[in-house]
Structure formats: structure tokens, C-alpha cells
């Protein structure tokens, strides 16, 4: 069964600074993976996905995620974070075939001004 | 183009009753997913239909059903409420059941038993 990782309850990090969001997965066979973002009362928002190709993908709100298989980690990356980006964040796997999605219990994080 | 609408968007019910929610995909999305999300649980999948059929399952009780209509709109029930069912209840859709397509969530509706 596919299982995700993430183990950062919170991240804190400065607007201006570059920010990471940690995730690990666990999923047999090739993984699609994705990012989401979550605003207060909202549902979530796609940021961005991986399902083959490069390591590096480029997302919405100029968010990118790594993707490294030796390490079966999917990092959530920004250069320069915003007080906008305050929010929480969810990676979720999913395996090829019918299987469900499955999310990381998420990452909030907290820019400040 | 409309996105994912989940109605109503806040509920409040006794334990013992019976609550039923409700989810419009995009048009054109056969699929729709639904996830309970709690702040101890976080995001935990409930089931996943497909045209009117079943086809992914979660580790709920039989208390908590749905099910997809021919229009794909979909419906999940939850009987004898209890307590611990007071979460956001999240209903996602997709166009298809092929993996890597992305699901488009709703709002949600807040459910909160007393």
C-alpha cells in the first residue's frame, strides 16, 4: 500500500527567503505525485504533479517540487516565499493502476513579513 | 468553466441522525472522489466512484456510504452519526479514472455532531 511522509508539522521561513515543504513517499512501482495547497475554509488547491520526465517540475505561484527516486522524496520548493504563501500544504502519491490517492497528513507553513 | 460544488457547505446534527452531502463535478468529470479531513486524521479517502460505479474504497464503517448518479454528481451518506464523524467532508473530481489525472477539490461541507 502506498503511504506519503511528511514530517514537518510546521515550517517557518522569512518572505524573501527560499522555502522547502518535505515529503516521502512509499508506493510500488512508479509514483504520480502531487502537491496541494490548502487556504483557511477552502478545499485544496493543485499546485503541481510529477508523473514522469524530468526530476524538477514547475508549478503554480512559481512553486517547484524535485523529484528524487533514490530517495523516494518529492520536496516542495519556492525561491522567494511570500506572506501569501502562508498556508497548509499536502503532497499526496497515487500508483499506477485504479489506486486511491493518498495524502501526507500536511505542512503549515508560516511566512513572515 | 464551473468548478467542484458541494452542498451545504455547514451542517450541525445530534448524534444518532443521519446526514446526507452532496457533489457537483465539473462538467465533463466522470469521476468523484471524497475524503474526510479531521485535524488529528488529516485527509483520509472515504471512496471513489466512477460512472455510477464504485471503484476505490476506504477504511470506514459501513455507516458511511454514496454513491454517483448517471449525471456524476454523487451523494455520501453517514447513518447513526457518532461524535468523531465532525470533520470537513472534501468531494473531488477528476475526468477519468486514469491515475495521473488531477482531482479538483470543493469546498467542502463542515459537518459538526453534537
Known amino acids: 500500500a502506498q503511504s506519503v511522509a511528511q514530517p514537518e508539522d510546521q515550517v517557518n521561513v522569512a518572505e524573501g527567503n527560499p522555502l522547502t515543504v518535505k515529503c516521502t513517499y512509499s508506493?510500488?512501482?512508479?509514483?504520480?505525485l502531487f502537491w496541494y495547497v490548502q487556504y483557511p475554509n477552502r478545499g485544496l488547491q493543485f499546485l503541481l504533479k510529477?508523473?514522469?520526465?524530468?526530476?524538477l517540475v514547475k508549478g503554480s505561484y512559481g512553486f517547484e517540487a524535485e523529484f528524487n527516486k533514490s530517495q523516494t522524496s518529492f520536496h516542495l520548493k519556492k525561491p522567494s516565499a511570500l506572506v501569501s504563501d502562508s498556508a497548509l500544504y499536502f503532497c499526496?502519491?497515487?500508483?499506477?493502476?485504479?489506486?486511491?490517492?493518498?495524502f501526507g497528513t500536511g505542512t503549515r507553513l508560516l511566512v513572515s513579513p | 468553466k464551473a468548478g467542484v460544488t458541494q452542498t451545504p457547505r455547514y451542517l450541525i446534527k445530534t448524534r444518532g441522525q443521519q446526514v446526507t452531502l452532496s457533489c457537483s463535478p465539473i462538467?465533463?468529470?466522470?469521476?468523484v472522489s471524497w475524503y474526510q479531513q479531521t485535524p488529528g486524521q488529516g485527509l483520509q479517502f472515504l471512496f471513489e466512484?466512477?460512472?455510477?460505479?464504485?471503484?476505490n474504497k476506504g477504511n470506514f464503517p459501513g455507516r458511511f456510504s454514496g454513491r454517483q448518479f448517471s449525471n456524476s454528481r454523487s451523494e455520501m451518506n453517514v447513518s447513526t452519526l457518532e461524535l468523531g464523524d465532525s470533520a470537513l467532508y472534501l468531494c473531488?473530481?477528476?475526468?477519468?479514472?486514469?491515475?495521473?489525472?488531477?482531482?479538483?477539490f470543493g469546498a467542502g461541507t463542515r459537518l459538526s455532531v453534537l
Open positions: 473531488a473530481s477528476s475526468s477519468d479514472l486514469i491515475a495521473k489525472n488531477i482531482q479538483y
Open positions: 508506493v510500488s512501482g512508479n509514483p504520480y
Open positions: 510529477y508523473i514522469t520526465g524530468d526530476n
Open positions: 499526496a502519491v497515487r500508483g499506477r493502476g485504479f489506486q486511491k490517492l493518498v
Open positions: 462538467s465533463g468529470h466522470r469521476s
Open positions: 466512484y466512477f460512472s455510477e460505479t464504485q471503484r
